[in-house]
């Protein structure tokens, strides 16, 4: 019985997992619903023809709008190594919320607001206090960014 019990826990686990997976590169994915979204940016190691890139180092910011960034979902997100969202007129509390972000940490630096957080909607992770992380906020005089899982580009 006790193994029986294990092995579906395990199987749960799993199924768990690869929806969770399966969320970042479809389109019903949270993120790419999101409102107040000005600009989208996919950090990635090749820069796309159709979207503005900017190169940084061995990294190429891609910038399009909410639009153009669900019209091409599958092909920009694969390979990429990030993405961002940039915002106007959202605050953290409803983003956070409606991202069913668990904050890890938040800090003030130079006049900005810093949120580390885990959100089930992005697959990738990071480790911070030895927990998992893959949303950082940054907010500033009502702009706000939103980097999975961390923000590449600046403020």
């Known amino acids: 019985m006790i193994a029986f019990m294990k092995r579906l826990i395990v199987f749960v686990l799993l199924l768990c997992c690869v929806a969770t997976t399966l969320l970042v590169g479809y389109k019903s994915n949270p993120l790419f619903n999101l409102e107040g979204v000005e600009r989208v940016c996919f950090v990635s190691n090749r820069a796309y023809d159709d979207l503005e890139s900017v190169n940084c180092g061995d990294l190429v910011f891609n910038f399009c ?89 600046g403020f």
Do not use: H, W
């Open 65 to 153: 709008t909410m639009e153009t960034a669900k019209q091409n979902l599958k092909r920009y997100t694969d390979g990429a190594k990030a993405l961002q969202f940039y915002f106007e007129d959202v605050s953290k509390e409803v983003l956070l919320k409606k991202l069913m972000a668990t904050v890890i940490c938040e800090s003030e630096v130079e006049g900005v607001t810093v949120i580390v957080a885990y959100t089930p909607y992005y697959q990738d992770c990071i480790f911070v206090d030895n927990k998992k992380a893959n949303l950082q906020l940054a907010e500033k005089d009502g702009q706000l960014v939103a980097g999975f899982p961390a923000i590449l580009t």
